[in-house]
């Protein structure tokens, strides 16, 4: 649409604009129609430069975010049945979605304001369908930053498989963490059909299409095919559970859907530690500042880090570490960009690659986790080869940036171009597509 007519449409017409950011509004139509100046309902002339500092500053202020924020801690609470295909991002109405659960991982593992996430679990467990891709997802995404599952006061069944998935389990010293194990509830109206005087005549096609029907009193043969069904289910989740907590298989399987409380669920091996739910943030941020110490499976440190480390024990009695000189580091940048950039998971994913790659520190293999979980962007109708972009990428990055110092500074801020990259990776929703 012509901005002369967008600008026309909103002049003279009633809006549904609040007061204070109609300035706004009307500094971007301005600005965007060749308009050069703008006088406000308190008869203040603004001219373009006034309307852009307009803009700017309400592009500034924080937007909302679907966690709540504390130091650069993210909290998502699991609450209530956890189901699949739920539709909604946040906990509602007495259960939360595997769906929306991910949109928020998603959106806080791509945030680069947070450093570590809180998952504050208060859920029985819920459906299967959906749970083992979630947890699944939830490893990967703990792989790229710290995950902490807070069992407070509830981490059963579903819920121990998501939690399982996390870097640690905290549990309070009244929560309930475990029964790995799987449920099936028949029932039968038969007897009250009889005494209603009433008769239901099921006609398929299909020795087994009527298995497990409401009407008629549960078949032994149905009974048992149910029973191996679950059993396999269980052998899966035992694993998944041995997988992310690092127990033998057969001991989870050996707990029989047992349910522990605090300081057993420890003993166990199902939780590492016991915690005052009302002190897991500061706890949770000490964790990540260890976590960042320790040089953990997260964000590792740059080459530029590696030589200040070198000439932080010079001269100790430690043994002497070679120099890293410049022509190494930049090697090492040049082979971290190109496997970023060039690997299969970058396909599709061409803007968040690039941000990856270009301004960020992250580890090849971190950025990689990453962007296989990154929803692919969108196809456009008229979409511009990108093939020699990404192809000379790689060559302008190392081109414009000093050497041998390649890591971006943690005080620099991103351009505008790229805090749209960053947004567009975070927006990665999950839901689409739902009815």
């Known amino acids: 649409m012509n901005k002369l007519n967008i600008l026309s449409r909103a ?19 301005c600005l965007k129609a060749g308009v050069g100046q703008l006088v406000t309902s308190t008869g203040e002339v603004m001219d373009a430069d006034g309307m852009q500092q307009l803009i700017s500053s309400w592009d500034s202020k924080p937007r909302e975010r679907p966690y709540r924020v504390y130091e ?19 906990p509602y109405s ?28 208060d859920s029985p467990g819920g459906e299967v369908a959906g749970c083992f ?11 790229v930053k710290p995950i902490v599952g807070l069992c407070y006061d509830t981490m059963c069944s579903a819920a121990m498989a998501l939690g399982s998935a996390c870097t640690e389990r ?17 029932y039968s109206y038969e007897k009250m059909l009889e005494q209603e005087g009433m008769e239901i005549t099921l006609i398929h096609s299909g020795a087994h299409k009527v298995d497990g029907n409401p009407y008629e009193k549960l078949p032994k043969d149905v009974r048992s095919k149910i029973q191996s069904e679950i059993d396999t289910t269980r052998d899966q989740f035992a694993q998944l559970v041995s997988e992310g907590i690092g127990m033998p298989k057969n001991d989870v399987m050996g707990t029989e859907a047992a349910v522990y409380t605090g300081q057993s669920g420890v003993a166990i091996g199902f939780a590492n530690r016991v915690v005052n739910g009302h002190e897991a943030v500061p706890l949770m941020l000490e964790f990540v500042k260890t976590k960042k110490r320790g040089g953990s499976n997260m964000t590792t440190a740059t080459a530029a880090d590696a030589a200040s480390s070198v000439a932080a024990v010079a001269g100790s009695e ?8 410049a022509t190494d580091l930049q090697a ?14 970058a396909e599709g994913r061409a803007s968040a690659a690039q941000h990856l790659a270009l301004k960020t520190s992250m580890s090849a293999t971190e950025a990689i986790t990453l962007l296989a979980v990154t929803p692919k962007e969108p196809a456009k109708a008229e979409e511009p080869d990108t093939s020699v972009a990404m192809a000379t990428a790689l060559d302008q990055a190392m081109a414009k940036t000093p050497q041998p110092n390649l890591q971006v500074a943690d005080g620099d801020q991103l351009s505008a171009e790229d805090q749209n990259v960053a947004r567009l990776i975070a927006a990665g929703n999950y839901l689409k597509g739902k009815a």
Do not use: M
Not at 133 to 141: G, H, P, Q, V
Not at 171 to 184: F, K, W
């Open 332 to 345: 090492q940048e040049r082979d971290r960009i190109s496997a970023i950039l060039q690997s299969s998971e």
């Open 72 to 90: 650069g801690v993210a909290v998502l609470p699991v609450s209530g049945t956890l189901l699949h295909k739920y539709g909604y991002v946040q």
């Open 11 to 29: 002049c003279n017409q009633a809006l549904f604009i609040e007061p204070n950011y109609a300035a706004t509004f009307f500094s971007v139509l």
């Open 170 to 186: 905290w549990i309070t010293q009244t929560g309930r963490i475990g029964s790995v194990g799987v449920l099936v509830a028949h």
């Open 133 to 143: 891709d979630t947890a699944n997802l939830i490893r990967e995404f703990s792989k």
């Open 94 to 121: 007495g259960a939360t979605g595997y769906d929306g659960l991910i949109t928020r991982l998603s959106a806080a593992i791509n945030d680069p304001s947070i450093e570590g996430i809180l998952l504050d679990f």
């Open 318 to 325: 430690a043994p002497a570490t070679p120099a890293v000189n």
